[in-house]
């Protein structure tokens, strides 16, 4: 890999989400397996069927050296791109995979021809995924991997890729994140420096702000976070809270247990 912890990107597939015939489910799913693991959720992006569609997503990605997780359009229907846009995306051509077609066999019997060993058709040099479900594979090229859109199968198929192929990614504490919330008259803009200089001198953190304008319930007021590893991350937030001191007309309230001394 390109990086010791790559970027971790999800691509669901599928037009019955954007048409919002289902709501997707693995967003969630897959951001709390890897929150689980000590691992992040740096992008996420629904494409529809369009294989174009598909191969574009899939060429950025691999571009920018991120792992992919990618759920749905892997079937032998005719609307199941999937496949075949991975192909375009890594420039080999889809072959049938011999193992996964064994597979394939082994579970429908003389019913997998001829149109279930479809399925068996991956890009050229790909590995599979194991399904615990329907023992239909799934496969992998580089750092992209591709499951169906079932969640039953999906997770558990995402799962062993986490645990199989990147256990070495997995970490014992997962990021924290310190909250804050500012209120007062000072606005985003006025706090922007301060914000540039937190991030300034302490690399390795993500700042995020969230402004309320405020109404006749609420006072204007910004939340911040402060995430990252728990020593950067709590001295990223204790150089923000110090630095509105020099803001008389703030007041400071903590969403969180503040971090020590």
């Known amino acids: 890999m390109p990086r010791q912890t ?28 890897l929150r689980t693991r000590g691992l ?27 792992l992919v997780l990618s759920c749905g359009g892997i079937g032998a229907t005719p609307d199941d791109r999937t496949r075949q846009a991975a192909a375009r995306a890594f420039g080999v051509p889809l072959t049938r995979h011999a193992e996964a077609e064994a ?22 040099g790909a590995g599979l995924i194991p399904n615990p479900v329907n023992r239909v594979p799934g496969f992998w090229c580089g750092d992209c991997h591709f499951v169906p859109g079932f969640p039953e199968m999906a997770w558990p198929m995402l799962e062993w890729v986490l645990d199989t192929r990147y256990a070495h990614l997995h970490r014992s504490a997962p990021p924290v994140e310190y909250r804050i919330r500012v209120l007062g008259t000072s606005g985003e803009g006025d706090l922007l420096p301060l914000m540039e200089d937190t991030l300034a001198r302490h690399p390795g953190i993500k700042l995020s702000s969230l402004p309320f304008r405020g109404d006749a319930t609420r006072p204007r007021q910004i939340e911040f976070g402060f995430k990252g590893e728990a020593a950067l991350a709590a001295r990223a937030c204790r150089h923000f809270h110090e630095g509105l001191r020099a803001f008389a007309d703030v007041q400071v309230e903590w969403l969180c247990e503040p971090p020590a001394a």
């Open 6 to 33: 790559p970027r971790i990107g999800l691509i669901v597939v599928g037009d019955e989400i954007l048409c919002g015939k289902r709501q997707d489910r693995h967003l969630p799913t897959v951001i709390e397996l």
């Open 40 to 66: 992040e959720l740096a992008w996420a992006r629904l494409v529809g069927d369009d294989e174009d569609d598909i191969a574009d997503a899939l060429r950025w990605a691999i571009a920018r050296g991120d």
């Open 103 to 124: 597979l394939i066999v082994a579970q429908y019997g003389a019913a997998a021809r001829p149109n279930r060993v479809r399925m068996a058709d991956f890009p050229r």
